[in-house]
């Protein structure tokens, strides 16, 4: 059929009524928040119609579940819509909290036990998925230290996630898999030394005479590091010193391995105490590698 002619010669393209865009519900996916965020924009954030307040009802009966929770309590007003929106950005906009999200749904990728052009399409498109998703993001750092890390932090216990949750959770943007380590590092030392100052003092002294006590208390009168009245043991330059380094100052000093006097030698020492690691006869505070001389 020929188009109509416009009145000034030109010709008018027909009108064409195109479908409706719906608009997803929301609930605390978060990884459907991206998709979420640029639709609304589009349709109702950017939208000169509409004011403030109309926004805000059309974002209120879009969230669902968890975000709805999260700004249902505010009034509808015009100051309002911005500071329910900023709430919801806030909370799920988060590209860390994303990336995890996709590698978390690449780690249980099924395995494929015979062969099978269904199975072995449905592994493809979920791992291409995932992982066109994570390159969508445009993270800072390479594609390969995303994945690292979250694997690295799935494998460690739950006190231990909650605590890098809760170092991270002011940060911005993806954290780099050195970090990570890092941390993980910290932790081991600091549990290391808190295991070491655990010292057996309590547990093994019931089986000591009293007159073996006294003669220990006398000969520990004098710290060989800080000159303090108190034992080596109990200094704390020394339990904050590294395992290493506190095995150098016992050979340098010509101290006892047991009890870390300077009054005798490890053989001739009568506190038996042993290391709470590797039971041998040499004190906690020292790496379970020496050999006392």
């Known amino acids: 059929m020929p188009r ?14 195109l479908p409706t865009i719906e608009i997803p519900k929301f609930g605390d996916q978060i990884i459907e928040f991206k998709h979420f965020h640029e639709t609304l924009n589009s349709l109702i954030i950017n939208n000169q119609a509409l004011d403030d307040v109309q926004k805000f009802h059309y974002l209120l009966s ?70 066109n998703a994570i390159k969508a993001l445009d993270l800072s750092i390479p594609l390969h230290e995303v994945l690292l890390s979250q694997i690295v932090i ?17 940060q911005e943007g993806v954290t780099e898999l050195e970090a990570i380590i890092k941390f993980l590092e910290g932790k081991c030392q600091a549990l290391e030394l808190i295991h ?12 000591i005479s009293k007159q073996t006590k006294h003669a ?16 080596l043991y109990r200094c704390k ?4 010193a590294s395992s290493q380094w506190r095995l150098n100052l016992i050979k340098q000093n010509q101290l006892c391995f047991t009890c870390l006097g ?13 290391c709470t690691f590797c039971s041998r006869k040499h004190n906690s505070l020292l790496p379970c590698v020496s050999k006392p001389a």
């Open 62 to 131: 879009f969230v669902t579940n968890e975000s709805h929770h999260l700004i249902q309590n505010l009034p509808v007003t015009q100051q309002n819509f911005h500071v329910a929106w900023n709430l919801l950005c806030d909370r799920y906009y988060n590209e860390r909290l994303i990336a995890a999200a996709y590698v978390k749904s690449l780690l249980p990728l099924p395995v494929i036990n015979k062969e099978s052009t269904t199975d072995l399409r449905s592994l493809i498109n979920q791992f291409q998925s995932n992982l």
């Open 262 to 274: 300077n009054s005798h030698r490890t053989a001739q020492c009568k506190v038996e105490w042993r």
């Open 154 to 170: 799935e494998h460690v216990d739950e006190v231990t996630r909650q605590q890098w949750e809760m170092k991270v959770v002011s």
């Open 216 to 231: 220990y208390v006398a000969t520990h009168s004098s710290c060989v590091l800080c000159r303090g009245n108190h034992p």
């Open 4 to 17: 109509a002619p416009h009145e000034n010669g030109n010709f008018l393209a027909p009108k064409i009524k």
């Open 237 to 240: 330059q020394f339990r904050k």
């Open 196 to 207: 070491a100052s655990q010292h057996p003092l309590n547990n093994n002294m019931s089986g």
